[in-house]
Protein backbone atom coordinates (compact mmCIF):
# COMPACT_ATOMS: atom_id res chain seq x y z
CA UNK A 1 0.00 0.00 0.00
CA UNK A 2 1.08 3.58 -0.59
CA UNK A 3 2.17 5.79 2.32
CA UNK A 4 -0.74 8.25 3.73
CA UNK A 5 0.00 12.10 3.69
CA UNK A 6 -1.74 13.70 5.89
CA UNK A 7 -1.98 17.58 5.99
CA UNK A 8 -1.92 18.96 9.28
CA UNK A 9 -3.40 22.71 10.05
CA UNK A 10 -1.20 23.38 13.02
CA UNK A 11 -2.64 26.66 15.07
CA UNK A 12 -0.66 28.48 17.73
CA UNK A 13 2.92 27.02 17.13
CA UNK A 14 4.29 30.91 17.78
CA UNK A 15 3.67 30.00 21.06
CA UNK A 16 6.06 28.20 23.30
CA UNK A 17 4.50 25.07 24.10
CA UNK A 18 3.02 24.86 19.92
CA UNK A 19 6.30 25.26 18.77
CA UNK A 20 8.74 23.22 20.53
CA UNK A 21 6.63 20.06 21.58
CA UNK A 22 4.14 19.89 19.01
CA UNK A 23 5.87 21.08 15.65
CA UNK A 24 9.91 20.67 16.40
CA UNK A 25 9.46 18.02 18.79
CA UNK A 26 6.79 16.27 17.11
CA UNK A 27 5.14 16.64 13.38
CA UNK A 28 8.66 17.65 12.05
CA UNK A 29 10.37 15.19 14.09
CA UNK A 30 7.96 12.59 12.84
CA UNK A 31 8.25 13.36 9.46
CA UNK A 32 12.19 13.55 9.59
CA UNK A 33 12.38 10.08 10.98
CA UNK A 34 10.16 8.80 7.50
CA UNK A 35 6.80 9.05 9.24
CA UNK A 36 4.69 6.69 11.51
CA UNK A 37 5.50 2.84 10.15
CA UNK A 38 2.31 0.93 9.77
CA UNK A 39 2.20 -3.19 9.80
CA UNK A 40 1.48 -3.17 6.55
CA UNK A 41 4.86 -1.80 6.01
CA UNK A 42 3.38 1.72 5.04
CA UNK A 43 3.93 5.45 6.62
CA UNK A 44 1.48 7.85 7.77
CA UNK A 45 4.03 11.37 6.58
CA UNK A 46 2.33 14.54 8.53
CA UNK A 47 3.16 17.83 6.28
CA UNK A 48 2.53 20.82 8.33
CA UNK A 49 0.30 23.57 7.61
CA UNK A 50 1.60 26.65 10.16
CA UNK A 51 -1.87 28.77 10.71
CA UNK A 52 -2.02 32.21 13.47
CA UNK A 53 -2.24 35.65 13.77
CA UNK A 54 1.14 37.20 13.02
CA UNK A 55 2.53 36.70 9.50
CA UNK A 56 5.99 37.82 10.81
CA UNK A 57 6.64 34.73 13.12
CA UNK A 58 4.92 32.10 10.65
CA UNK A 59 7.51 33.19 7.70
CA UNK A 60 10.41 33.19 10.04
CA UNK A 61 9.17 29.54 11.22
CA UNK A 62 8.34 28.19 7.87
CA UNK A 63 11.96 29.26 6.64
CA UNK A 64 13.33 28.43 9.59
CA UNK A 65 12.52 24.77 9.06
CA UNK A 66 11.82 24.51 5.53
CA UNK A 67 7.78 24.38 6.07
CA UNK A 68 6.21 25.16 2.64
CA UNK A 69 2.70 26.31 4.03
CA UNK A 70 1.84 28.82 6.23
CA UNK A 71 -1.18 31.32 6.42
CA UNK A 72 -3.24 33.76 8.69
CA UNK A 73 -6.38 32.87 6.90
CA UNK A 74 -7.77 29.67 8.81
CA UNK A 75 -10.65 29.19 6.64
CA UNK A 76 -8.46 28.88 3.15
CA UNK A 77 -6.68 26.42 5.08
CA UNK A 78 -9.86 24.37 6.32
CA UNK A 79 -10.87 24.60 2.84
CA UNK A 80 -8.27 22.64 1.73
CA UNK A 81 -8.71 18.70 1.47
CA UNK A 82 -5.05 17.79 1.59
CA UNK A 83 -5.54 18.52 4.86
CA UNK A 84 -6.61 16.17 7.26
CA UNK A 85 -6.02 17.32 10.20
CA UNK A 86 -6.86 20.27 13.01
CA UNK A 87 -4.33 21.22 15.40
CA UNK A 88 -5.08 23.88 18.19
CA UNK A 89 -2.71 24.81 21.07
CA UNK A 90 -3.91 28.79 21.28
CA UNK A 91 -4.84 29.99 24.11
CA UNK A 92 -8.09 29.03 25.59
CA UNK A 93 -10.61 31.53 25.25
CA UNK A 94 -9.69 31.63 21.08
CA UNK A 95 -9.96 27.53 20.89
CA UNK A 96 -13.81 27.07 20.60
CA UNK A 97 -14.30 28.71 17.30
CA UNK A 98 -11.86 27.67 15.71
CA UNK A 99 -12.54 24.01 16.44
CA UNK A 100 -15.95 24.38 15.75
CA UNK A 101 -14.70 25.38 11.90
CA UNK A 102 -12.54 22.94 11.78
CA UNK A 103 -15.08 20.53 12.92
CA UNK A 104 -17.66 22.20 9.96
CA UNK A 105 -15.15 21.79 7.45
CA UNK A 106 -15.02 18.40 8.43
CA UNK A 107 -11.55 17.46 9.54
CA UNK A 108 -9.85 15.66 12.70
CA UNK A 109 -9.58 17.53 15.61
CA UNK A 110 -6.60 17.10 17.99
CA UNK A 111 -6.12 20.13 20.59
CA UNK A 112 -4.80 21.18 23.50
CA UNK A 113 -6.71 21.00 26.92
CA UNK A 114 -8.89 22.37 28.13
CA UNK A 115 -10.52 22.26 24.85
CA UNK A 116 -12.99 25.42 25.99
CA UNK A 117 -13.89 27.60 28.37
CA UNK A 118 -16.78 25.77 30.06
CA UNK A 119 -17.73 22.41 30.09
CA UNK A 120 -21.24 22.60 28.01
CA UNK A 121 -18.89 24.31 25.42
CA UNK A 122 -16.31 21.52 26.05
CA UNK A 123 -19.74 18.82 25.61
CA UNK A 124 -20.71 20.99 22.50
CA UNK A 125 -17.87 20.61 20.79
CA UNK A 126 -17.66 16.97 21.47
CA UNK A 127 -20.96 16.43 19.99
CA UNK A 128 -19.71 18.59 16.47
CA UNK A 129 -17.35 15.86 16.18
CA UNK A 130 -19.19 12.65 16.50
CA UNK A 131 -21.97 14.09 14.23
CA UNK A 132 -19.67 15.16 12.08
CA UNK A 133 -18.68 11.19 12.06
CA UNK A 134 -14.57 12.85 12.56
CA UNK A 135 -11.79 11.33 15.07
CA UNK A 136 -10.75 13.29 17.93
CA UNK A 137 -7.93 13.79 20.38
CA UNK A 138 -6.83 15.68 23.11
CA UNK A 139 -3.12 16.33 24.45
CA UNK A 140 -2.40 14.38 27.79
CA UNK A 141 0.71 14.52 27.17
CA UNK A 142 1.53 13.67 31.01
CA UNK A 143 0.46 10.40 30.89
CA UNK A 144 3.28 9.23 28.59
CA UNK A 145 6.12 10.67 30.84
CA UNK A 146 9.03 8.67 31.83
CA UNK A 147 8.22 8.63 35.24
CA UNK A 148 4.47 8.07 35.02
CA UNK A 149 4.94 5.40 32.62
CA UNK A 150 6.99 3.76 35.31
CA UNK A 151 4.52 4.39 38.14
CA UNK A 152 1.72 2.74 35.40
CA UNK A 153 4.15 0.01 35.84
CA UNK A 154 3.79 -0.35 39.75
CA UNK A 155 -0.03 -0.05 39.39
CA UNK A 156 -0.62 -3.05 36.28
CA UNK A 157 1.92 -5.26 38.20
CA UNK A 158 -0.27 -5.30 41.36
CA UNK A 159 2.96 -3.64 43.19
CA UNK A 160 1.03 -1.46 45.48
CA UNK A 161 -1.62 -3.93 46.71
CA UNK A 162 -4.73 -1.82 47.78
CA UNK A 163 -3.82 1.31 46.62
CA UNK A 164 -5.11 3.95 49.96
CA UNK A 165 -3.83 7.76 48.99
CA UNK A 166 -2.22 10.17 45.72
CA UNK A 167 -0.37 13.10 47.24
CA UNK A 168 0.71 15.59 44.27
CA UNK A 169 2.58 18.57 44.58
CA UNK A 170 3.27 20.87 41.55
CA UNK A 171 4.41 24.25 40.78
CA UNK A 172 7.28 26.33 41.21
CA UNK A 173 8.14 30.31 41.88
CA UNK A 174 6.71 32.44 38.84
CA UNK A 175 8.70 35.86 39.26
CA UNK A 176 6.32 38.92 39.67
CA UNK A 177 7.62 40.86 36.69
CA UNK A 178 8.41 43.64 37.93
CA UNK A 179 12.16 43.11 39.29
CA UNK A 180 12.83 39.68 37.64
CA UNK A 181 10.56 38.76 34.29
CA UNK A 182 8.08 36.05 35.04
CA UNK A 183 8.56 32.70 33.33
CA UNK A 184 4.83 32.50 32.04
CA UNK A 185 2.55 34.69 29.86
CA UNK A 186 0.45 37.22 31.62
CA UNK A 187 -2.90 36.27 30.50
CA UNK A 188 -2.33 33.23 32.49
CA UNK A 189 -3.03 34.94 35.49
CA UNK A 190 -6.37 36.85 33.73
CA UNK A 191 -9.85 35.00 34.41
CA UNK A 192 -11.32 36.64 31.24
CA UNK A 193 -8.87 35.53 29.02
CA UNK A 194 -9.12 31.84 30.29
CA UNK A 195 -6.39 32.17 33.12
CA UNK A 196 -5.99 30.18 36.03
CA UNK A 197 -4.47 27.71 37.85
CA UNK A 198 -7.30 25.34 38.39
CA UNK A 199 -7.98 25.32 34.94
CA UNK A 200 -5.00 24.87 33.71
CA UNK A 201 -3.82 22.06 35.85
CA UNK A 202 -6.88 20.68 37.09
CA UNK A 203 -7.40 18.69 33.47
CA UNK A 204 -3.97 17.44 34.11
CA UNK A 205 -4.78 16.16 36.98
CA UNK A 206 -7.99 14.78 35.93
CA UNK A 207 -6.34 13.00 33.12
CA UNK A 208 -3.66 10.96 35.23
CA UNK A 209 -5.92 10.08 38.28
CA UNK A 210 -8.45 8.58 35.62
CA UNK A 211 -5.91 6.50 33.99
CA UNK A 212 -3.89 5.60 36.87
CA UNK A 213 -5.96 4.97 38.71
CA UNK A 214 -9.88 5.02 38.26
CA UNK A 215 -12.58 7.52 37.74
CA UNK A 216 -12.61 10.68 39.89
CA UNK A 217 -16.19 10.80 41.59
CA UNK A 218 -15.84 14.15 43.98
CA UNK A 219 -13.88 16.93 44.29
CA UNK A 220 -13.36 19.41 47.36
CA UNK A 221 -10.68 22.61 46.78
CA UNK A 222 -10.19 25.77 47.60
CA UNK A 223 -8.04 28.38 45.57
CA UNK A 224 -6.34 31.70 46.60
CA UNK A 225 -4.68 34.94 44.70
CA UNK A 226 -1.58 34.99 46.68
CA UNK A 227 -0.33 37.42 44.33
CA UNK A 228 -2.58 40.03 43.52
CA UNK A 229 -0.78 42.22 41.48
CA UNK A 230 1.81 41.16 38.82
CA UNK A 231 3.64 43.06 36.13
CA UNK A 232 3.20 41.99 32.25
CA UNK A 233 5.26 41.32 29.08
CA UNK A 234 5.59 45.06 28.62
CA UNK A 235 6.43 46.07 31.95
CA UNK A 236 3.25 47.14 32.94
CA UNK A 237 1.20 46.29 36.36
CA UNK A 238 -1.31 44.49 36.15
CA UNK A 239 -4.37 43.35 39.01
CA UNK A 240 -4.21 39.60 39.12
CA UNK A 241 -8.14 37.97 38.80
CA UNK A 242 -7.26 34.57 38.41
CA UNK A 243 -6.48 31.94 41.04
CA UNK A 244 -3.06 31.54 41.39
CA UNK A 245 -3.19 28.38 43.76
CA UNK A 246 -5.14 25.72 43.79
CA UNK A 247 -5.35 23.03 47.00
CA UNK A 248 -7.74 19.85 46.11
CA UNK A 249 -9.52 16.72 47.56
CA UNK A 250 -10.51 13.95 44.98
CA UNK A 251 -12.19 11.06 45.79
CA UNK A 252 -11.99 8.28 43.59
CA UNK A 253 -13.86 4.99 42.98
CA UNK A 254 -12.49 1.97 45.33
CA UNK A 255 -11.88 4.48 48.27
CA UNK A 256 -8.55 5.99 46.63
CA UNK A 257 -8.24 9.67 48.04
CA UNK A 258 -6.01 11.88 46.29
CA UNK A 259 -4.81 15.49 47.32
CA UNK A 260 -3.13 17.89 44.98
CA UNK A 261 -1.57 21.08 45.72
CA UNK A 262 -0.77 23.34 42.83
CA UNK A 263 0.89 26.58 43.09
CA UNK A 264 2.85 29.22 41.07
CA UNK A 265 4.34 30.93 44.55
CA UNK A 266 5.97 27.69 45.71
CA UNK A 267 9.91 27.56 46.11
CA UNK A 268 10.86 23.80 45.25
CA UNK A 269 12.34 21.51 47.60
CA UNK A 270 11.48 17.99 45.21
CA UNK A 271 13.48 16.83 42.84
CA UNK A 272 11.25 17.11 40.26
CA UNK A 273 8.65 20.09 39.21
CA UNK A 274 5.85 17.84 39.86
CA UNK A 275 5.47 14.97 42.24
CA UNK A 276 2.94 11.89 42.81
CA UNK A 277 3.69 10.00 46.19
CA UNK A 278 1.27 6.58 46.26
CA UNK A 279 0.83 4.92 48.86
CA UNK A 280 -0.55 1.15 49.65
CA UNK A 281 -1.00 -1.43 51.54
CA UNK A 282 1.67 -3.70 49.85
CA UNK A 283 3.98 -0.89 48.97
CA UNK A 284 4.56 3.25 48.08
CA UNK A 285 6.78 4.94 44.96
CA UNK A 286 6.71 8.39 44.30
CA UNK A 287 6.72 9.14 40.58
CA UNK A 288 7.66 12.53 38.92
CA UNK A 289 8.18 13.70 35.07
CA UNK A 290 11.17 11.22 35.24
CA UNK A 291 12.18 9.38 38.11
CA UNK A 292 10.47 6.73 40.17
CA UNK A 293 11.47 5.47 43.09
CA UNK A 294 9.83 2.94 45.02
CA UNK A 295 9.33 0.86 48.97
CA UNK A 296 8.25 -2.70 49.25
CA UNK A 297 6.85 -3.70 52.63
CA UNK A 298 9.37 -5.84 53.07
CA UNK A 299 11.66 -3.06 52.88
CA UNK A 300 9.57 -0.34 54.79
CA UNK A 301 11.70 1.17 58.11
CA UNK A 302 9.86 1.05 61.48
CA UNK A 303 9.58 4.75 62.10
CA UNK A 304 9.45 5.63 65.46
CA UNK A 305 8.26 9.58 66.82
CA UNK A 306 10.46 10.65 69.20
CA UNK A 307 11.35 14.94 68.95
CA UNK A 308 13.28 14.61 71.99
CA UNK A 309 16.22 12.82 70.13
CA UNK A 310 17.78 13.13 66.45
CA UNK A 311 16.10 11.19 63.80
CA UNK A 312 18.85 8.23 62.33
CA UNK A 313 16.36 7.60 59.79
CA UNK A 314 17.63 9.01 56.03
CA UNK A 315 14.59 8.15 54.67
CA UNK A 316 15.19 9.14 51.53
CA UNK A 317 17.65 6.83 50.96
CA UNK A 318 15.59 4.07 52.01
CA UNK A 319 13.85 3.80 48.27
CA UNK A 320 15.17 2.08 45.83
CA UNK A 321 14.67 3.57 41.72
CA UNK A 322 12.23 2.05 39.17
CA UNK A 323 14.75 1.35 36.44
CA UNK A 324 13.65 2.59 33.24
CA UNK A 325 13.58 -1.31 31.21
CA UNK A 326 13.17 0.80 28.04
CA UNK A 327 13.51 3.81 25.97
CA UNK A 328 11.18 6.56 26.68
CA UNK A 329 10.39 8.78 23.35
CA UNK A 330 9.47 12.35 24.01
CA UNK A 331 5.87 11.91 25.57
CA UNK A 332 4.13 14.88 22.97
CA UNK A 333 5.36 12.70 20.45
CA UNK A 334 4.45 9.33 21.51
CA UNK A 335 0.44 10.59 21.77
CA UNK A 336 0.79 12.62 18.21
CA UNK A 337 2.22 9.02 16.40
CA UNK A 338 -0.87 6.91 18.69
CA UNK A 339 -2.96 10.09 17.43
CA UNK A 340 -2.29 9.93 13.49
CA UNK A 341 -2.54 5.84 14.10
CA UNK A 342 -5.90 6.12 15.36
CA UNK A 343 -6.77 9.15 11.83
CA UNK A 344 -6.10 6.40 9.74
CA UNK A 345 -6.64 2.86 11.12
CA UNK A 346 -9.03 3.43 13.73
CA UNK A 347 -6.79 2.45 16.43
CA UNK A 348 -8.31 2.65 20.37
CA UNK A 349 -7.65 6.55 21.51
CA UNK A 350 -9.40 7.02 24.80
CA UNK A 351 -8.22 10.67 24.75
CA UNK A 352 -10.65 12.00 22.94
CA UNK A 353 -12.74 15.23 23.63
CA UNK A 354 -15.23 13.14 25.87
CA UNK A 355 -12.12 12.65 27.96
CA UNK A 356 -11.05 16.32 27.80
CA UNK A 357 -14.48 17.25 28.93
CA UNK A 358 -13.98 14.92 31.92
CA UNK A 359 -11.07 17.12 32.80
CA UNK A 360 -13.12 20.47 32.30
CA UNK A 361 -15.60 18.77 34.58
CA UNK A 362 -13.41 18.59 37.28
CA UNK A 363 -12.51 21.84 36.85
CA UNK A 364 -15.43 23.36 37.05
CA UNK A 365 -16.26 21.33 39.93
CA UNK A 366 -13.12 22.63 41.82
CA UNK A 367 -14.26 26.10 41.77
CA UNK A 368 -17.64 25.34 42.49
CA UNK A 369 -16.42 24.28 45.91
CA UNK A 370 -13.99 26.76 46.35
CA UNK A 371 -16.49 29.28 46.21
CA UNK A 372 -19.68 27.61 48.41
CA UNK A 373 -16.94 25.28 50.61
CA UNK A 374 -19.04 22.48 49.49
CA UNK A 375 -17.66 19.11 47.82
CA UNK A 376 -19.02 18.50 44.48
CA UNK A 377 -19.69 15.05 43.12
CA UNK A 378 -19.08 14.54 39.74
CA UNK A 379 -22.12 13.33 37.72
CA UNK A 380 -21.04 10.68 34.49
CA UNK A 381 -20.03 13.43 31.48
CA UNK A 382 -22.70 11.86 28.46
CA UNK A 383 -23.44 12.90 25.39
CA UNK A 384 -27.29 13.42 24.19
Known amino acids: MGDHMLGVAMNGVTGRMGYRQHLTRSILAIREAGGVRLPDGSRIIPEPVLVGRSEHKLREIAERHGIERWSTDLDSVLSDDDVKIYFDSQITHAREAAVRAAIAAGKHIYVEKPTASTLS ?158 DGTHGSAVAGLRSCRAQHRSATPKAVWNPDLEDPGRYRDQWEPVPDNTEFPNGFRAQWENFLRHVVLDTPFPHDLISGARGLQMAEAGLQSARTGRTIELDEVTLA
Open 121 to 278: AALELAKLARDAGVRSGVVQDKLFLPGLLKLRRLVESGFFGQILSVRGEFGYWVFEGDWQPAQRPSWNYRAEEGGGMVLDMFPHWHYILEHLFGPVRAVTAKVATHIPRRWDENGEPYEATADDSAYGIFELDGGVIAQINSSWNVRVARDELVEFQV
